[in-house]
T-cell receptor
Framework: DVKVTQSSRYLVKRTGEKVFLECVQDMDHENMFWYRQDPGLGLRLIYFSYDVKMKEKGDIPEGYSVSREKKERFSLILESASTNQTSMYLC????????????????FGAGSRLTVL | GQNIDQPTEMTATEGAIVQINCTYQTSGFNGLFWYQQHAGEAPTFLSYNVLDGLEEKGRFSSFLSRSKGYSYLLLKELQMKDSASYLCAAMDSNYQLIWGAGTKLIIKP
């Protein structure tokens, strides 16, 4: 069963702490994404990556950074956590392509719920 | 600007039919996705439309009108397990997804 695994389901951190959220996929997908999901808002894209060591800013990159040293792993880093970063974080992956439906379908991880106190 | 609108919440009865609407405005268009998300779980893919018309997949169907910027998800023979949020997302000319806030569907016995 193919999947996207997020290392932590629930985290509680203090303001100013550095936070690492890990995501691993076993589908050999080229593309990986980090979203945050907040009540009443659509999914918002933080960062994405189309290849190893490559990263692109999404819609809300401020306060976040990412790392993709291996194809299967995409890490989200909060350098100094703040209370407004309390949220559900979703990692997703997809294969590359433009005309092929399967290429654009996202497979999501179960999410990491982060609370910053 | 780009945006997606869908109702916040809908209620339906077990065994009935429900239609969840979604309107979109995007810069270019490369398809419309529907995902299902049960509480506390990951979104999972339901359907994709890029051409006008109805796509049927078991109890679920999805419709697209590109000229109207409109889609709907039709759920038939509702079951309690269909209680979930349904997320609409449109893909723009850069193949980026624009997401709606989701429609929470409550099924009553």
């Amino acid at each position: 069963d193919v999947k996207v695994t997020q290392s932590s389901r629930y985290l509680v951190k203090r303001t100013g702490e550095k936070v690492f959220l890990e995501c691993v996929q076993d589908m050999d997908h080229e593309n990986m994404f980090w979203y945050r999901q907040d009540p009443g808002l659509g999914l918002r894209l933080i960062y994405f990556s189309y290849d190893v060591k490559m990263k692109e800013k999404g819609d809300i990159p401020e306060g976040y950074s990412v790392s993709r040293e291996k194809k299967e792993r995409f890490s989200l880093i909060l350098e100094s956590a703040s209370t407004n970063q309390t949220s559900m974080y979703l990692c997703a992956s997809s294969s590359t392509g433009t005309g092929d439906l399967g290429a654009n379908v996202l497979t999501f991880g179960a999410g990491s719920r982060l609370t910053v106190l | 600007g780009q945006n997606i609108d869908q109702p916040t919440e809908m209620t339906a009865t077990e065994g009935a039919i429900v239609q969840i609407n979604c309107t979109y405005q995007t810069s270019g268009f490369n398809g419309l996705f529907w995902y299902q998300q049960h509480a506390g779980e990951a979104p999972t893919f339901l359907s994709y439309n890029v051409l006008d018309g109805l796509e049927e997949k078991g109890r679920f169907s999805s419709f697209l009108s590109r000229s109207k910027g409109y889609s709907y998800l039709l759920l038939k023979e509702l079951q309690m397990k269909d209680s979930a949020s349904y997320l609409c997302a449109a893909m723009d000319s850069n193949y980026q997804l624009i997401w709606g806030a989701g429609t929470k569907l409550i099924i009553k016995p």
